[in-house]
């Protein structure tokens, strides 16, 4: 996750095609022009990475509603996964580490997901110094937290899906599993047998 901080202004500074405006003026008048482009040339800079900043962060806000949903409850979305775990766990069929999800969870859990999307939303009406002191203010470690979160806990969920997958259709081809499946057959068709049997009396 970017910030909008002193390091990203300096290095677009530090980029600027500064070599005519650092030459000895011709006079005073001329001076000046030049600071002015110099002002315009930074202020124009600074905008841009204000702009880039805000519209990721916009972005990240609409993941968070297809991931979460309207309520953009990380909670309810914890307790599932975490059920969902239970039954990898039990059903031999965990892929990732358990801790590292477990962890993952907790983050959704503590962080309140819903706020930082309410201050995101609200910087749509901000512009110029008001938007780059809210940018600025962002809590933007946690915003890391929840997006590494999701990504252990979307790799856990798509390899133990996959796993389930997989052993399915190794069972459908195993012999013994086809055979326990032509036993029930029979057994199905004895016992509808005697019902018709039954029926006749």
């Not at 001329?30 to 110099?38: E, H, P, T, V, Y």
């Not at 706020?115 to 962002?138: P, Q, T, Y």
């Amino acid at each position: 996750m970017r910030m909008v901080d002193a390091s990203i202004v300096y290095n677009h500074v530090m980029n600027l095609n500064l070599s005519n405006l650092t030459l000895p003026p011709d006079d005073k008048v001329g001076a000046f022009d030049k600071l002015i482009k110099c002002s315009d040339m930074l202020r124009m800079q600074v905008c841009q990475v204000m702009e880039s900043e805000h519209q990721d962060k916009l972005k990240w806000t609409e993941k968070m509603k297809e991931t979460f949903g309207d309520t953009l409850d990380g909670k309810a979305t914890a307790m599932q996964v975490n059920e969902a775990l239970k039954t990898a766990v039990s059903s031999a069929t965990l892929r990732g580490d358990q801790h590292e999800i477990q962890a993952a969870t907790a983050t959704l859990e503590a962080r309140s997901i819903s706020n930082i999307v309410r201050i995101i939303s609200d910087n749509e009406k901000k512009h110029g110094l008001e938007l780059a002191v809210s940018l600025g203010k962002l809590a933007t470690k946690h915003i890391t937290d929840i997006t590494n979160s999701l990504t252990i806990i979307e790799k856990f969920l798509e390899q133990s899906t996959k796993k389930v997958e997989n052993d399915l259709v190794h069972l459908q081809g195993n012999e013994a599993v086809l055979e326990l499946e032509t036993i029930r057959n029979d057994i199905q068709n004895d016992l509808d047998l005697v019902e018709l049997a039954f029926k006749s009396f």
